[in-house]
């Protein structure tokens, strides 16, 4: 179901377009909304009530069982405008972000592809006017999954273009443009994949170079022809484009609630830093600028500064589940 009306209230600064929207926001005062980093953070598990209120909260979370490089949408219903609450998880070096969401918050939460697995949770605590706190935690479980590994050899010429000083020259602008996001999904359901292609890289691959273990692969690869036309996997802001030394030819797409899209190596940028993007617009032409071994895109999908896996965007809409749940 989408409702329409209302606007993204410039979390970016970026002059943003009024866009259709699926939020119903909080009539009154914007919500308090903490993000804390965290760990060893005890409750004693369970729903824990300090006073029963008629319309209590519910957290809401999906899925309950995930792999690494996968991630989770945590939902908080049923909040007054006086409310004020705040999330934390024991995932490591995880820092959650909440939107106010339909009378409640939302937060998606990304799984770095080199978590341990195990046990985590997600807890809230809401401090209620007149009524006190109240808390709730809730599990969910990181299942071991096997990462393929690919070995590349390159000249050293091209090596150099992913050198620490390219990276440490790239990465400023990287951060800027996922420093803020709008605070309102601006995404149209499902996404799309953005090249009709053969796969040749999944996510989260341990890739050597030349016999060095060189980190996981950050995105998916998809081979096109050169000059083939790459379009948005659905809609939001630009909030990059521009020439960058080891991904080339970049644009990424603010999606809204924290969920970024990058496309890199292309052989030209066909939109601009700010510019409003409809899904399947056209963005660019498959390129290999930048350190690609040949003409391709590699398409990535980020949450925050946590890399998942994109093609659990074209799967489902991170939003259908409690579309469902929530009528
Ligand atoms: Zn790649």
């Known amino acids: 179901m989408t409702e329409t009306g209302g606007a993204c209230r410039g979390g970016s600064g970026r002059g943003r377009n009024e866009l259709q929207q699926k939020a119903i926001l909080p009539k009154t005062r914007a919500l308090t909304i903490v993000s804390l980093l965290l760990a060893g953070l005890t409750f004693s598990g369970g729903l824990s009530l300090c006073e029963e209120k008629i319309s209590s909260p519910r957290l809401l979370l999906e899925p309950s069982r995930l792999h690494p490089g996968q991630f989770l949408v945590v939902f908080l219903e049923g909040l007054d405008p006086d409310d004020e609450a705040s999330f934390q998880t024991n995932l490591p070096q995880t820092t959650l972000k909440a939107y106010p969401y339909r009378q409640g918050l939302i937060s998606l939460v990304g799984v770095d592809c080199r978590t341990p697995p195990g046990e985590y949770t997600i807890s809230v605590r809401v401090r209620q ?17 096997t990462f393929t590994t690919q070995h590349l050899e390159v000249s050293p010429k091209k090596l150099e273009v992913r050198s620490r000083e390219k990276w440490q020259q790239d990465l400023p602008f990287i951060r800027e443009a996922r420093s803020k996001s709008c605070d309102l999904p601006l995404w149209e359901g499902g ?133 469902q749940e929530t009528g």
């Open 129 to 145: 006017k007149d009524l006190g706190l109240w808390q709730q935690k809730l599990k969910f479980v990181l299942e071991p999954k």
């Open 191 to 323: 996404f799309l994949a953005p090249l009709k292609g053969r796969k040749t890289a999944d996510f989260g691959l341990i890739r050597y170079i030349n016999g060095k273990e060189a980190g996981r692969h950050s995105g998916i690869d998809i081979a096109a022809p050169n000059g083939t036309l790459v379009v948005a996997a659905n809609s939001g802001i630009v909030c990059l484009a521009r020439f960058l030394n080891v991904t080339g030819y970049t644009a990424m797409v603010d999606h809204g609630l924290n969920l970024f899209t990058s496309y890199c190596h292309l052989e030209n940028l066909l939109v601009k830093q700010g510019q409003q993007v409809l899904k399947g617009q056209e963005i660019g032409q498959v390129g290999s600028t930048g350190f690609a071994t040949g003409s391709h895109l590699h398409w990535g999908a980020i949450i925050g500064s946590i890399f998942v896996d994109p093609y659990l965007l074209v799967e489902k809409d991170p939003l259908d589940i409690f579309d």
